[in-house]
């Protein structure tokens, strides 16, 4: 049946009062197929404490969306720490379409790791936005000058070699390593992780020679390495990023495998088919503007946009690469 037909009183009824967990088709013409969404303020959830890579997502989806007037409506940002992102996503799951949330790899591998019940199903996937890359690193004095010598010396003795990792096991910089040691064929579940707090304990430990080497985001060890008291030997990205120009990619290194750490934005569940194309057509212009590509630049992450459809299929793919990779190194549920 049409849209338009639907249209009775009894559905405009319904629809004012709202269920919680979506608007629904918030038509003002029926007629011409528009829509008068949004209704009230906008809310970005970012599920962590302020600082990080979740609020930093939120807030500069905010400034951008704000300064280059593609909304009309005053957008704030909610912190809701916990859990891994678990008190955030919850938190949205009772919400209507107004509200949004950041996401990232974690959506997924909180469900293999047994932390978690959520899915990406169980939301509206809106759009993956950017990406950092991953990255291993050693000291500058390390004995290991490429990827080969590192992945030959682990395959020779993987208890042997020490590899500094935060904030926990099941982790894009954790599952990223156990990517490049399975396409080596390296039994991942041998690997001698020593956890730290975060992405700076583990560069410490390595620059106080504690580890061998590390596996992190490239933004982490960007400026030791130009400084010249580490070196990357490889990155996850698909080809060289023009920052660091010297350090080869794992293709290039002989490991067939393209990892990125995205950071992505979803609604709660419900939402209408005019609600999901509004945000694919203002998330789709905030990526073009230039604020948007000076920002990704200054944070050293990399346009890696995608709109709801590409998105939901792209997390489906995510999920199934997890899935390996989390049996893989032993940490399955």
């Known amino acids: 049946m049409k849209k338009w037909l639907l249209l009775t009183a009894t559905a405009l009824m319904l629809a004012s009062c709202g269920n919680g967990t979506g608007t629904g088709n918030e038509s003002g013409d029926a007629g011409e197929g528009k829509t008068d969404f949004p209704k009230k303020n906008i809310e970005i959830v970012a599920p962590a404490s302020p600082g990080g890579g979740w609020d930093l997502t939120a807030r500069t989806v905010q400034k951008v969306l704000k300064d280059n007037d593609l909304v009309d409506k005053n957008i704030n940002v909610q912190n809701k720490p916990g859990g891994g992102g678990e008190v955030g996503w919850k938190y949205l799951q009772k919400k209507d379409s107004h509200t949004l949330a950041v996401n990232s790899g974690l959506l997924v591998t909180n469900k293999l790791l047994g932390t978690s019940q959520l899915t990406y199903e169980d939301f509206t996937p809106l759009a993956i936005l950017a990406t950092e890359w991953q990255s291993i690193a050693v000291a500058e004095d390390s004995p290991y000058e490429t990827l080969e010598d590192l992945m030959k010396a682990i395959k020779e003795d993987p208890k042997g070699i020490k590899i500094g990792v935060g904030p926990a096991l099941g982790n894009d910089d954790h599952l990223s390593l156990v990517q490049a040691a399975d396409e ?44 010249g008291k580490v070196r ?63 920002l990704l630049d200054n944070n050293d992450w990399d346009d890696y946009y995608m709109d709801s459809k590409e998105t939901t299929k792209f997390l489906g793919e995510q999920t199934k690469l997890y899935e390996e990779l989390v049996e893989d190194a032993g940490l399955g549920k």
Request: charge should be negative; charged fraction near 25%.
């Open 232 to 294: 990357i030997l490889a990155i996850s990205s698909d080809e060289r990023l023009d920052e660091l120009k010297d350090v080869p990619t794992y293709k290039e290194e002989g490991v067939d495998m393209v990892f990125p750490h995205w950071r992505g934005i979803m609604g709660p569940p419900g939402m209408s088919e005019d609600e999901i194309a509004y945000w694919d057509d203002k998330l789709g212009e905030m990526v073009q503007t230039d604020q948007w590509l000076d």
């Open 184 to 227: 080596y064929g390296i039994n991942p579940s041998d690997l001698n992780f020593l956890v730290y707090e975060g992405g700076g304990d583990v560069v410490t430990a390595l620059l106080g020679h504690h580890v061998d080497f590390v596996t992190t985001s490239m933004s982490e060890v960007k400026d030791q390495h130009l400084a």
